[in-house]
């Protein structure tokens, strides 16, 4: 199945095309922050707390800062955050998955005990305890999530890579003397690129996700504003208490659509590109 039959496919599937239609929408409102927000996320614009109107959208917050802009600018910090993590992760994972698959043996064995041993861990807890001795920023907090999110992506990838190398077509390949690079160039990653991807789009969401709970704990880049900072502020002002709806609902539904849209690309990229479902 060439490319251009892929693509056909996906965008003959209703769930990735809704995801997809989904993400480009949240990013297309990243990329044109500038010109979509009225005023710049941080500027004290209005009274406090003012509730939805024409003049301010989603309200103000408790400085009188514009909340709908604050959302908007606030998808760009979300989503760097989102593809620089999983991009790397994804990268880092899928390596390391190859390598001990190819290689087996004492490497293979190490590996996998350490990466059990690392899906163990509270996540949560252990980047809090990072982050907490540390002074937070956008580089760390991607750094962070990379560290802790490579180890699923090297387990599936590792998994693909052993169902890959016992069929004929490697077989034969070792058999003329090709070398393990060349397998994993030739034969492994193209025959496990639909797990990778579908690991990536994955790994996307969760890295959204959890930069919003990081930031939601505090944990975030304080020069800069996300969704999880903008609910960080809601909590520390008392909106939930005073009733503040549009204080807590937009940056929380951002949050929700963004990951639904990722979630329902994975699902119809694993409908479209697992032959089994295809089926």
């Known amino acids: 199945m060439n490319v251009l039959d892929t693509l056909d496919m996906l965008f003959h599937s209703k769930t990735f095309t809704l995801g997809f239609s989904i993400v480009v929408t949240v990013s297309l409102i990243a990329l044109l922050a500038d010109i979509i927000a009225p005023y710049p996320p941080l500027d004290f614009v209005g009274n406090v707390l003012e509730a939805p109107s024409w003049k301010h959208l989603f309200g103000t917050d408790d400085l009188g800062r514009d909340i709908f802009s604050m959302v908007v600018y606030g998808s760009r910090v979300s989503l760097i955050v989102g593809f620089l993590a999983a991009i790397f992760s994804t990268i880092i994972g899928t390596a390391i998955g190859i390598t001990c698959g190819i290689l087996r043996g004492i490497i293979d064995a190490i590996t996998m005990r350490f990466i059990d041993f690392m899906l163990s861990l509270p996540y949560l807890a252990l980047a809090l305890a990072i982050l907490a001795f540390l002074k937070p920023n956008i580089f760390l907090v991607v750094l962070v999530i990379v560290v802790l999110g490579w180890v699923s992506t090297a387990k599936v990838v590792r998994a693909q890579t052993l169902t890959?190398?016992?069929?004929?077509?490697?077989?034969?390949?070792?058999?003329?003397?090709?070398?393990?690079?060349?397998?994993?160039?030739?034969?492994?990653?193209?025959?496990?690129?639909?797990?990778?991807?579908?690991?990536?789009?994955?790994?996307?969401?969760?890295?959204?996700?959890?930069?919003?709970?990081?930031?939601?704990?505090?944990?975030?880049?304080?020069?800069?504003?996300?969704w999880g900072t903008i609910l960080f502020f809601a909590r520390r002002a008392g909106a939930f208490i005073l009733g503040a709806w549009w204080y807590i609902i937009p940056p929380g539904f951002m949050i929700m659509i963004t990951v639904l849209g990722f979630t329902l690309m994975a699902i119809g990229l694993d409908e479209v590109l697992n032959p089994r479902l295809r089926r």
């Open 164 to 226: 890959i190398m016992a069929s004929p077509f490697v077989e034969a390949a070792r058999a003329i003397g090709a070398s393990n690079l060349h397998i994993a160039l030739r034969h492994v990653l193209p025959n496990a690129f639909p797990v990778i991807l579908s690991s990536l789009v994955l790994s996307v969401r969760s890295a959204i996700l959890f930069e919003a709970t990081l930031s939601f704990l505090g944990l975030g880049d304080p020069a800069l504003v996300s």
